[in-house]
């Protein structure tokens, strides 16, 4: 059944006139300026001893606190961390976590036949590099020579019947399993 209200409490509640504040001497009228350093030192002094001693029992307290805290998180992670470790060791894992754990050493077993790959192709590389700079300094060698004293003519020069550059690179890698 609804509360009934009576009459009084149909009245709106009062409204508090706002309180005008008193404006201090120290807000407006002084204008700011830099502190010398005694003044701050004064300052300093006064303030640390207007400050309340602290209380040594809550100091402790709170230090005991902590060290509660800190139990419980590490005493967590220790149980957490154990379970983990037996779980693996017991053969439990998962199999998705078996499977990338099998990759990654298998993947590791084929990086000395992929670094030796690496380091036939450097080779074929430095080799094609010495024989292309051996052709331009051949091409160079006879543009520049003559015949009576007159000049070759370009339907003659080594580098209109050199061979042009292969379009596609193909690489042949070995893998062993």
């Known amino acids: 059944m609804p509360i009934k209200r009576s009459d009084t409490e149909k009245k709106a509640p009062?409204?508090?006139r706002p309180?005008?504040?008193k404006s201090t001497a120290a807000s407006g009228d002084i204008p700011p300026?830099?502190?010398?350093s005694e003044e701050k030192r004064e300052l300093i002094l006064a303030h640390?001893?207007?400050?309340h001693p602290s209380d040594p029992v809550q100091r402790f307290s709170m230090w005991a606190g902590v060290a509660v805290c800190v139990t419980f998180v590490l005493v967590g992670w220790f149980s957490t961390l154990g379970s983990g470790i037996r779980s693996s060791l017991a053969g439990n894992m998962d199999p998705g976590v078996r499977q990338a754990l099998e990759e990654g050493k298998r993947a590791m077993d084929e990086a000395p036949a992929f670094d030796q790959t690496v380091r036939d192709l450097t080779d074929r590389l430095q080799t094609a590099a010495a024989a292309d700079a051996m052709v331009e300094e051949l091409a160079a060698a006879?543009?520049?020579?003559t015949t009576d004293g007159v000049a070759t003519s370009t339907a003659t020069r080594v580098d209109l019947f050199r061979p042009a550059p292969p379009t596609t690179t193909t690489i042949t890698t070995t893998t062993t399993p």
């Open 19 to 21: 309180v005008a504040r």
């Open 142 to 145: 006879m543009n520049a020579t």
């Open 48 to 51: 640390a001893e207007a400050r």
């Open 14 to 16: 009062r409204r508090r």
């Open 33 to 36: 300026r830099i502190l010398s």
